[in-house]
């Protein structure tokens, strides 16, 4: 028997199912409104169009582990494991002004003057998706204790999002660093400005995968940022949850439907 046929054997004794090992009850990470959102070993995408908001929500989810567990921020909250606390930020898009004020604004919804020692933020925007993924599992490799990953953005950590074969091991890729480094991972994803959509085949894989996809939404009548579920795997669906910005203080707001207006037919003249 060859050596390549010997590794395979040893892996599928080791994938086989073994009902003397039988993993321990699910852990809750993220939830919203007490509704389940991510659990360890998946992922979750936020999804929106450009200037929607969906970094500021990002904030929020980060924030959120920050305060005491009986907290939340706009009725989001990241609850670490006792023996795991410790988070990963790492921003993929922001210029260094912007990545020190969304920061800044995690530090505000938080109510802290300093990040705690278990927020560790990276910034990679100069760096090309292979070197990202490099960084982050070494970063995984080298912090057991870290629970939660966030990603800004998913789109820089492949060349091309409609690049079937790309996207897909790319997809590939979070299942595995979610299950191998039992974390749960928070990403933002763009939406497609035609249907909607997650973009390209990326979208649709993460999609297809995610526990849960999540859309901000901006409401032009109101200047509302909508938070509300696309998909959610483990749970019902949670009510929208309504934000808007009040001269830079961020505060959560009644929830308003955003009205849709049908322009009449023109009759012909007579």
Request: aromatic share 10%; net charge positive.
């Amino acid at each position: 028997m060859q050596t390549n046929d010997l590794e395979i054997n040893d892996l599928l004794k080791a994938r086989r199912y073994d009902p003397t090992k039988r993993p321990s009850q699910e852990q809750v990470v993220f939830s919203i409104n007490s509704k389940i959102v991510g659990t360890l070993q998946n992922y979750v995408v936020v999804s929106g169009l450009p200037k929607a908001s969906k970094s500021t929500y990002l904030g929020a989810i980060a924030a959120s582990a920050l305060v005491p567990h009986y907290q939340a921020v706009f009725g989001l909250k990241l609850s670490l494991p006792a023996d795991r606390q410790r988070l990963a930020y790492f921003d993929t898009e922001h210029s260094a002004f912007d990545f020190y004020r969304q920061m800044d604004k995690i530090k505000g919804f938080a109510d802290k003057n300093s990040l705690p020692d278990f927020f560790d933020a990276f910034s990679t925007r100069e760096d090309m998706p292979a070197k990202i993924r490099k960084l982050v599992e070494a970063y995984l490799q080298a912090h057991a204790e870290c629970s939660v990953l966030i990603i800004d953005g998913l789109l820089d950590l492949c060349l091309n999002y409609n690049d079937e074969r790309e996207t897909r091991l790319l997809t590939n890729w979070f299942k595995r660093i979610t299950k191998q480094y039992n974390v749960l991972l928070i990403g933002v994803l763009h939406l497609g400005k035609g249907q909607g959509e997650t973009l390209g085949h990326l979208g649709s894989n993460t999609d297809r995968w995610a526990q849960s996809t999540l859309i901000v939404e901006r409401n032009k009548e109101n200047q509302q940022f909508i938070l509300r579920p696309k998909y959610l795997r483990s749970s019902d669906d949670f009510d929208p949850i309504a934000i808007m910005n009040f001269n830079g203080l961020w505060q959560q707001v009644p929830y308003i439907e955003q009205e849709t207006f049908t322009i009449p037919k023109k009759g012909k003249k007579s």
